[in-house]
T-cell receptor, first 116, second 112 residues
């Protein structure tokens, strides 16, 4: 069974600080995809990034970067020079390839608060 | 682009009442999902469908039913509403499980 753990329930930082959101996953499949979504206070869910299990290259998009390590089953998300607008709940998610396990499983989310 | 449309956006139900949450997508996506998000919590999968005529239970299916008669529509039915079903419900669709999910705006349901 697939599982996603986001151990950090809430994180609070001051603007311009860097912050890393942790995501640890469990899967028996060798082919799977990992995702990060953002849920701002307005409530909608916004897709941020997708990564497949065969691509361990880190990715950077502006102030956002992602570190995928299969050896530790982790897919961590770092925001550099955080801004107040980054305040949101961030969800990590996992989707497997195998047969009936076609579920998209979310972690419990990390509430990030960026203080001015 | 309409994307994923959920109706209604808000609803208050009395205990024991029934209702259907509507979800429609216009992207010809095969995969559709219903999630619930309790206050301060993550998303829990209720039901999902990988194509018309095919549905399957997720993590928390009790008290709900779904159908998928067309590719576009994936309604969620609550038969006997209970206070424990007070939540925000999200519908999502994907072209495959390896692509990003498109979410509706959510339905905030309160059962009193």
């Amino acid at each position: 069974a697939q599982k996603v753990t986001q151990a950090q329930t809430e994180i609070s930082v001051v603007e311009k600080e860097d912050v890393t959101l942790d995501c640890v996953y469990e899967t028996r499949d060798t082919t799977y995809y990992l995702f990060w979504y953002k849920q701002p206070p307005s409530g909608e869910l916004v897709f941020l990034i997708r990564r497949n299990s065969f691509d361990e290259q880190n990715e950077i998009s502006g102030r956002y970067s992602w570190n995928f390590q299969k050896s530790t089953s982790s897919f961590n998300f770092t925001i550099t020079a955080s801004q107040v607008v980054d305040s949101a709940v961030y969800f990590c998610a996992l989707s497997e390839e195998a047969g009936s396990a076609r579920q998209l499983t979310f972690g419990s989310g990390t509430q990030l608060t960026v203080l001015p | 682009n309409a994307g994923v449309t959920q109706t209604p956006k808000f609803r208050i139900l009395k205990i024991g009442q029934s209702m259907t949450l509507q979800c429609t997508q216009d992207m010809n996506h095969n995969y559709m999902y219903w999630y619930r998000q309790d206050p301060g919590m993550g998303l829990k999968l209720i039901y999902y469908s990988v194509g018309a005529g095919i549905t399957d239970k997720g993590e928390v299916p009790n008290g709900y039913n779904v159908s998928r008669s067309t590719t576009e529509d994936f309604p969620l039915r609550l038969e006997l509403a209970a206070p424990s079903q007070t939540s925000v419900y999200f519908c999502a669709s994907l072209i495959t499980q390896f692509k990003e999910a498109f979410f509706g705006q959510g339905t905030r349901l309160t059962v009193v």
